[in-house]
């Protein structure tokens, strides 16, 4: 016993000082890289029970992991003091070591935004060590001292434990291949990802592969101009899923009230529920929304987006030696925050969940609808090993080596330089193609299952995003110009009909898919949809393309859209502007501020290449035509069409929209 405890005494102590040095070292309440003292003083002042609660929690996960390393020093048959206590640094530091390489973006603060050394350090680790290298000190060490002690036996014991901990397992395939149903009603399978741009996909003519979203669109029908009718993923898919325009849907950004929360217009997925669907959604960090408000999904598997969630989230950030134990599977049951958390996004945890919501709808005997929506190609465009390095250039040194830095003040990217917005716009790329290879991952399994014979493949963006083209910055959802983050991905492959490859060029909007998916599975729309089925067109009707209405949604801070030549209705910055709701946690906009956050909305209407946007402030307005994209005087403007999408905009809303005396549009709010 003696022994034991001599082991465990070591380890509890080794473990306890790490926790007290990454509390020390790294303690604030900074979200990707942005500090905010008032977020930080209502924090530490309202939730201290919170943080004591969960750090205990983080204290007894480190410790363990002290047990677990004490195991493995007791199965090596390790004596001496020193001995044992190097072991265990060992093994904390190889741990570190394999995260680094794999999850570099987790370590950017304590690490490569040092310098000095430790900027050194990372990027040795990233760009010369190679995976194998990493992967082979650990038993090297492990065997060579189970070798010298006569425990080989021991050591095998000790590799079979660590690689069943850190390589993840994935979900199989049905044991038997499933035969189509009787009733020949098809699965529907959405497949989307936050923020990816139709124009970086190969198959729509990007220099950089995309080699498994090209083989599903080539049998199918690729919408160029789908356009989002509010750039911001809460919008957009209640939008999608109810095929209503935000000032009829009435959710108009983020941090709706709770009363906001309960629709009242019924939703695709509740068509498709009464139809003998089983429907559900897989989701990470962006996909919030789904566990806010109420779609009609039997299942839902996403993070929740409250304060308490947040605190936790930065809590477990910065103790990043245990972080570095916690990047697998293991680690986001034992803290399902990691699920919300920007930095830690990986989509094969959206897939392997989505695999299991197959496999059970399969069992049930029920088609299903599911939505997968991973978030990696959300900013800060963190992504795993090897993604990060695909396109990055390795000469690189400058601050968004592995993740986009300082959201708010490289928004705009006027002070950026070219090597910064390449290296940026190589990293969204990475996260692209990862989603890419995890769309092959998904209609594998399909295949495998025999379900490829009678599933409806969607590819879906929430939106695009801007990256810095014509000074529009980056992001997505503060302004109306250009076509990069209004521009969503949308495209539909059915085993019952080639569509060809397709692509159609006018306008589609976001409206329009449910009624599309509904129409292709044989279920009428409700009366409510004010979308169109798009079926039509993709058999190659003749088509002109539809009137398609956007909006901005709340800016974070006085100085946005971080784009020149502009006015805007002026609001404070986002932390004045949001409250918590105590019962609930949830963060929503005070009520004080409901009506200059809808009325200070950019309006705009795009009809194929002609655009007109409306931009309302404190002391008039500001109105701009766009033909192809490029901007026209208003003196200059002799089209008809363009001329008139300003009344056709009113048109859209006659019971909401009005038009005031000077020009000016004003919106009746409820």
Known sequence: MAHIRKHLGIGLFLAVLLFALSFILFFNFSYMGVRDQTAEKIITGSFKMVILLFNLKILLVYGLVALFIAMFSLLL???????????????????????????????????????????????????????????????????????????????????????????????????????????????????????????????????????????????????????????????????????????????RHMFPRPEELKLKLPTLVQA???????????????????????????????????LQNLIKQRCLEFHYLLLSFLVNPVGRRIFPVMWLMPLNIDPYYVTNASKRFIRNAVKAGKPFFMVYFSSNSHFPYGSQYPYYRRYASTS???????????????????????????????????????????????????????LDRDTIVVLFSDHGESLYENGFGTGHGDHLRGPYSTSMTFGVYSPYEDFGGRRIVPTVRDIDIAPTLLDLVGVTPPATFKGRSLLPVMRGGEFGGYPAYMETELWYTPETPYIKDRVRMAYPGIMKVIELVPESGEIVLKREFNDVVIQGKYRGIQLNNKKYIYMPGDRGFQEEWYLDEKPLAREAVRDAELLGLKCKLLQLFKDKFIIMRSGRIKERIE
């Open 396 to 450: 690189y040194r400058g601050p968004h080596k592995y993740r986009k830095v300082d959201m708010m003040k490289t928004y705009s990217g006027y002070d950026l330089s070219r090597e910064d917005k390449e290296q940026i716009i190589a990293l969204y790329d990475g996260s692209v193609r990862m989603f890419d290879d995890q769309v092959g991952e998904m209609l594998g399994y399909l295949k495998k299952c025999g």
């Open 77 to 251: 048959h390790l004596e001496r003091r020193l001995t044992i206590f190097l072991f265990h640094l060992f093994v904390w530091s190889w741990f570190l070591l394999r995260a680094v390489k794999v999850s570099p973006q987790l370590f950017v603060d304590a690490l490569y935004s040092k310098g000095g050394v430790l900027q050194d350090f990372q990027v040795f680790v990233t760009d010369v060590l190679p995976l194998w290298a990493v992967y082979l000190v650990l038993p090297l060490v492990v065997m060579l001292t189970a070798w010298r002690k006569k425990r080989l036996w021991h050591g095998a014991i000790i590799m079979a434990v660590v690689v069943f901990f850190i390589f993840p397992f994935k979900t199989p395939a049905l044991q038997s291949k499933h035969e189509p149903r009787p009733d020949g009603r098809p699965n529907i399978l959405v497949l989307g990802t936050d923020s990816l741009r139709p124009d970086h996909l190969s198959y729509n003519g990007y220099f950089r592969p995309t080699p498994n979203i090209d083989r599903l669109l080539q049998h199918g029908a690729n919408f160029l101009n789908a356009k989002s009718s509010l750039a911001r993923t809460f919008s957009s898919f209640t939008s999608v899923l109810t095929s209503n325009f935000p000032p009829d849907h009435r959710v």
């Open 272 to 306: 498709l529920n009464r139809n003998g669907y089983d429907t559900g959604v897989i989701s990470d960090f962006a996909g919030d929304i789904f566990s806010r408000l109420g779609y009609g999904f039997e299942h839902i598997q996403a993070p929740s987006l409250t």
